[in-house]
């Protein structure tokens, strides 16, 4: 009985998505300058360029060609010895699920992941490069937006983050599957994943100051609204009997209700790989689709010629095939191996 009662569930959440309520989300820091719209500049910390634009997020670093998954926010207040003090807050309400304090063992230094249930979907936001985590501040804790959670610093593991460029790095995005370890054995990394599935890998943020700006000029109300109006950049179908966990945390990605029986998937991705639509398909929309082997269905050229630091898709013989990084998200979706 387990299976039609998810099902179930996931039809009566999809039914309900579009009631969705509007989020209520803060800055996380103490500086000013975004809350007085002032722009970019006034509040992005650059990394090491001059440029603050490198501190965005998105192809913002090399050229282009590096990505860059949340934004980095500059310190507005130092100690004598010119380390930064800013408090780190919660942007929303929310439940801590993981606390890094092993800076050594992440290139996010300490970080803390809150997962957001009131939110539609329930994304997490992440924060890093913390010097010091709130007493209190443990997985399960409850916490409520704008409660101190941490202090700004410039932890990190692998380089450097000089003192005068400290900065919060800030995510807001959706966890792809709890299947992760078995993902992370199949690519054999050569180290050991100490962090579960709140690994960077199988976390995929949207842009946090783009949804915080329209979300304060009342564009979007919520996180549906906000992932219904990205761009495509690539459409995949794959034939397969399999519910992805993804789709049972995300209802609100469903375009509509489950059939009875599943026998395939048709996934809309944004421009970073991020899944944004998901169609369940039956029996009769997979004719010719090989079992666990997706195919290309659409690919959008102008997005495609205009993100360089993403390998969705690559050009072969006058036809599109999978690049790594939408290979990645398919296999973190649907287990391929």
Known sequence: MREPLILLGLCLATASAGAAERVEIDWPTPGTAWRERQG?????QHAGTGDPAAGGYGGVRENGTQFHEGIDIRAVSRDRAGEATDAISAAMDGVVRYVNTRPGESAYGRYIVIEHPEAVPQVYTLYAHLARVSPGIAAGAAVTRGQVIGTMGRSASGYTIPRERAHLHFEIGLWLTRDFQSW??????????????YNGFNLMGINP????????????????????????AVRVRIATAMVPDFVQRYPELLT??????????DVRLGWTGLPLALTPLDSTEIAGLVRNEPRIVEVNPAVQARERSRSLVVERRGA???GDDLRTTLQLLFGLR
């Open 184 to 197: 992370y054995n199949f690519r054999r990394f050569g180290s050991p994943n100490t962090h579960g599935i």
């Open 320 to 322: 599109y095939a999978i």
């Open 209 to 232: 100051l783009d949804f915080m700006n329209r979300h304060r000029a009342g564009e979007v109300d919520n996180f549906t609204d906000y992932l219904a109006r990205q761009e495509t």
């Open 40 to 44: 970019p500049d006034a509040f992005l």
């Open 256 to 265: 509509k209700p489950m059939p009875l029986v599943v026998a395939g998937w």
